[in-house]
């Protein structure tokens, strides 16, 4: 009896509260009202500089764009992928020398080009990049400089013969008859 006593009050309480729950949750009357407007100041987000932005790329990217900056002159470093200032005043130079903005960023396109000069400038000097199959070893050469060259008149000893002295040394002086 207690508990159906109980439960009685609890739905008349709940009946009793439910109106004034609904009126809280009925959003408040807008005809005629307006708006205000809301003054919105934009955030720029902060600049990154060249460096975080190469530190970004994989080791490999890295490589590659120091060394293609290298085949079109614009950087005189040792090639180790590692970030330097020397690696971002290169890319300055190279947007300099193509009239773009010197951000020390390339975006797609001007990586492109940069990958494509240094493609162009490999090949008209017969660059090729061999991979040695015994150690894994990628090396980079010119096949053409490795070639043997037939003896010629300045060099009658051919390729492999120590080269005999330019100055003919006088032969031995007989005596005079």
Known sequence: MRSMLSATMM????????PDARAQLTPPSTAGAKAKPVATIPIRPALQKPEETANGMGQAERLSLQSDLAWVGQYNGAITGDVSERMVNAIKEFQKGRGAKPTGV????????????????????????????????????????????????????????????????????????
């Open 11 to 18: 739905i008349v309480v709940l009946g009793l509260a439910a």
């Open 106 to 177: 390339l975006n797609p396109q001007e990586r492109g080009i940069l990958a494509d000069t240094a493609r162009k400038k490999q090949e008209s000097v017969g660059w090729k990049i061999v991979t040695d199959p015994g150690t894994g070893v990628r090396l980079g050469s010119r096949p053409n400089w490795c070639r043997s060259r037939p003896a010629t008149p300045t060099a009658p000893n051919g390729p492999h013969r120590p080269a005999r002295s330019r100055y003919n040394w006088p032969a031995a002086r007989k005596p005079a008859p």
